[in-house]
Structures are given as C-alpha cells and as structure tokens.
C-alpha cells in the first residue's frame, strides 16, 4: 500500500522513539533495580555486623551481659526488621526479641513478606538466621543470633523509593515520546512539504508550464539540489520552447515572403494583368534562389547537427587558410569600405582544413555583414602554449546583450529584418559552434551595441 512520505516519515519516527523509549526504561528500571538490592543485602550485613558489635561493645564496658541495655539495642534492631535474641556461654537467654513481644516480631515479617510479594508476584523468601559469637579478650561469652526476612526484604521507605523511581521512569519515558512523536511530526512535515512543492511544480511544468519555479529554500542539502535542478530543467525547456516557436515562425516567415511575391507575380501574368517580361521572371528566379538557399542551410545545418559527423583532420597553415579567405572577401570590404587587417603569423594546426575554413568564412562573413560601411575589421591569431586563439574583431553594429546566450541557437538572428536583408538565416553561428566543439575547442563572444564585436576560436594545436 502507498504512503505519503509525511505519514510514513512519523511513523518510522514514532516506531523509533518508542523503541528507544522502551529500550532505555527497561535497560534503566532492571539496573537500577538490582543495584537496589545489592545496597539492600550489603545494608542487611551491615546492620548485621553493627547489631553484632553493639552487643560486644556492651559486654566490655560492663564485663556481664546486662539485659537493660541489650533490649535497648533489641527493640532498635526489631525496628529495622531484625528479630534477635542473645544468648550466653551457658546456653541461657539474656533477651529475646520473640520472648519480648512475638506478636510484633510475627506481624513484621508478615509485613516484610508481604511487601516483597506485592513487589515480585512470583517471589520466594523464608525467614532466616545467621549466628555470631559473642568475643570478649578473644574468650567466647555467648552468641546472637539475627533472623530477618531473606534473601532481602524492603522495608515500606524502600518501597516509596522503589515506587517513586518507577513513576519518574515513566513519566520520562511517556514525556519523551510526546517530545519525540511532536518533533517527528515537525520533522516529518519538514522534509515533506519541501518536496510537495516540488513534485506540483514539476507536475505543472510537465503540462507545460514551463515559466513555473520552486521559491523558497529548503535547510536539506539534497531537496535544494533537486530544486535547482528541476528550476533548471524548467529553464531550459523554456528556452527550447522559445527557440521552437521562434524556428518554426523564422522558417514559415523566410518562406512565405518569396512564395508570396512568386503566387502574385504568376497570378498576375496568368490573368494577363501583366506581361511575362525578362525583368519579372528575372525577379521570380531571385525569389526561388531565396527559397533554394534556405533549403540548403536547413540541409547543411542537418549535416552539422548529426551527431557522428566525420572530421578529416591534417597538418596544416591556419593563416595561409585565413588569408586566402580575407582576399575572397576582398571586393565585398572594398564595396563597404572596410578595411580587414590579419595579424597572422604562420602556424601550423592538426584539424579538419575545409570545417575550419568554415568556420573562417562565416567569422569573417558576418563581420562584413554587421559592420556599416567604412567600418575595420580586425583578424588575429595568436599562440598560447599548446592552444591558438582566432579572434575575428569588428566594431560594427554590437550584438545585445539580452540576445549574446541565443546567438549561437538554430535560426536565432538579433535582428531580424537586417538578417532578411543581408539574406542570413541564423544558422551560420551554429554551424561554426558545432565545428569548433567537434574539435574539442571553444568559442566566445564579447559584444557591445554599437561599439562591435569579438568573436574568439580556441583550438589545441
Ligand atoms: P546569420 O545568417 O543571420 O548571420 P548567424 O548564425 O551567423 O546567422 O548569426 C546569428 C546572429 O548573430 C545574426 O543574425 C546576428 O544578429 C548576430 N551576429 C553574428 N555575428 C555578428 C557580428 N559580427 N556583429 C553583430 N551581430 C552578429
């Protein structure tokens, strides 16, 4: 059967705390019983030894057996349940707790045993006696004998003490179960709610509310984990969710212009409103070379994105590579007026030459493209240790800051009506990502709007 973790945590913590409670009142209640008794015997031989004493003290000082004082110290051990009675060397009694009241010696260990059956329901005792000489001058004058209630007897003082120990064992015992089952219930509540929230959250991103976010801060190290990640995961479905709708309205919108142009002009050359002139089919041709060179960018992008795609690596001078590109470009710059400078010195890598070239191309291409007219365009290549950096420096039209994370996403253009212009269709950056990544580089990007941007290639030589 299914539990809710609140309910199964107070009821883990419950059996716990009872168990210990039980443990430890059982453990406390045993041994503080049997050291009891242990002080109980050893008292009984004390008392003993001290009735025995008294007795010898008595002769000494008196050198006869004097029947006065020996009740005296008989009537103060009956009191303490021992039943005594002295005899001397003859065989004579001197005193005789029985002879001196029997009732009252057969009431008390009536009284003792009693007590002890109240306590112990199964116990066995007898009445016992132990005998001791009497030694006066290291000469024998008689003997004592000391009966009482054994192997031990509680008195009704020790009962109250026994009694009262009990009633403290379960009054702690009982309170600190209230504490423990209050403090499960705390704890419990604790650790669930936490992730109560976060199993709703999840289940509301899950239906596709991806702007959901677990707030609050848990003190459990392993529910703020899964918080952060479940935040994280929610983020990045966000974005993806972002990019889809943007790619799917890019795609359709990048369609939909030429096709449009090419319905209306065929429309209106078909009902004879226009002529088929060279100009106009020169003017639908454009728009199907529009349409085509989307088409390839899907088919390329399908190339890059396929995750086992082959790299073709040799030796060879990277600024060899970018210089040729530089003079490639040559007439575009000319027709802007921009002036590209390479400070590149010759440098020999182990990569993929025409990915690289690629990702040359499309640097240096969308420099040109992002930078007005009498702008500078700046190519470098510089050695560090066992890596180069290829930077690609403009001081064009800056990329925002809000669209730096995105740029490099499928069909994320920053500004979209310029891209449509200048013909890109944001794959360019993916691609050259994707080819700088197969090469277990990085690449980075620094921009500011309206001052320019740097792009910066990592690659081991
Ligand atoms: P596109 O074909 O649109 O140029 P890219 O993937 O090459 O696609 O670039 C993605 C977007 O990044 C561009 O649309 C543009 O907004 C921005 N971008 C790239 N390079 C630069 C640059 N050098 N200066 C300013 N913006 C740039």
Known sequence: MEKSL?????FSHMFVAIVCVLLISIVANNFLERQFQNYIIQTIERK?????????????????????????????ALENGFIISVENLEGKIIWDANIYNNGKCESIIEH????????????????????????????????VKIGYYGPFYYNDNDMLFLDTLNKIIITVGVVSLLIAVILGVIIASGVSRPISRVIDTAENISNGKYDERIKGKSDIKEINKLTTSINHLAKTLQEHEMLQKRLTADVSHELRTPLTTLQSHMEAILDGVWEPTMDRIKSCHEEIIRINRLVSDLEKLSIYEDENFVLHKSQFD?????????????????????????????????????????????????????????GKIEVRLDKK??????????????????????????????????????????????????????????????????KGTVFKVILSI
């Not at 609140?6 to 107070?10: C, P, S």
């Not at 007439?331 to 010759?346: G, V, W």
Request: charged share 30%.
């Open 318 to 374: 990277i600024s060899e590579v970018i210089k040729n590109i530089i003079l490639n470009f040559q007439s575009q710059s000319l027709d802007k007026n921009i002036e590209i400078e390479a400070k590149c010195e010759k440098q020999m890598i182990f990569a993929d030459k025409d990915k690289i070239s690629q990702v040359c191309i499309n640097l240096i291409s969308n420099a040109l493209k992002y930078t007005l007219q009498g």
């Open 112 to 143: 003792m045993a009693q007590n002890m059956r109240q306590k112990y329901s199964n116990w066995q005792g007898e009445y016992k006696e132990n005998q001791y000489d009497i030694l006066s001058n290291s000469q024998k004058v008689g003997n």
């Open 385 to 450: 240790k066992e890596f180069i950096e290829l930077s690609v420096k403009d001081n064009g039209i800056g990329i925002a800051e809000s669209d730096i994370p995105y740029i490099f996403e499928r069909f994320y253009r920053a500004d979209k009506s310029r891209n449509r212009l200048t013909g890109g269709a944001g794959i360019g950056l993916t691609i050259t990502k994707r080819i700088v990544e197969a090469h277990k580089g990085k690449i980075n990007v620094e921009s500011k709007v309206g």
């Open 48 to 76: 003993s030894n001290d009735i025995v004493s008294a007795i010898r003290q008595q002769y000494n000082l008196d050198d006869e057996w004097n029947s006065i004082r020996i009740e005296s110290i008989g009537v103060d």
């Open 6 to 10: 609140r309910r199964k945590l107070t």
